[in-house]
Nanobody
Framework: QLQLVESGGGLVQPGGSLRLSCLAS????????IGWFRQSPGKEREQLQC????????NYEDSVKGRFTISRENAENTVYLQMNSLKPEDTAVYYC?????????????????WGQGTQVTVSS
């Protein structure tokens, strides 16, 4: 059974940083493509970045390019999302999910085994 648990969210001031973690169980993260998503009230869930089985990362959201970085630590079976220079518009619930493909794809429907999410609030 593929399971993901997100953590690391919280309240941070504009300009601050957070590192989100996505701990996997039931499978090895190196065998699957993992994506990071977010959803804010009234908006659809959007994919931010993903990391493929080869370890290559892909950014899908222009607003986070250069500020967010996806990575993984195979020994910890964890995928991370480092978020720097946070802005109030980054406020959302952040999720990770497993792709059906060994490479990065954009459609949310390609992903499953969603975690419960972790809340990120950027506010002064």
């Amino acid at each position: 059974q593929l399971q993901l648990v997100e953590s690391g969210g919280g309240l941070v001031q504009p300009g601050g940083s957070l590192r989100l973690s996505c701990l996997a169980s039931g499978f090895r993260i190196s065998d699957y493509t993992i994506g990071w998503f977010r959803q804010s009230p009234g908006k659809e869930r959007e994919q931010l970045q993903c990391i493929s089985t080869t370890g290559g990362g892909t950014n899908y959201e222009d607003s986070v390019k250069g500020r967010f970085t996806i990575s993984r630590e195979n020994a910890e079976n964890t995928v991370y999302l480092q978020m720097n220079s946070l802005k109030p518009e980054d406020t959302a619930v952040y999720y990770c999910a497993v792709s059906s493909f060994p490479w990065c794809t954009y459609p949310t429907i390609d992903f499953g085994s969603w975690g419960q999410g972790t809340q990120v609030t950027v506010s002064s």
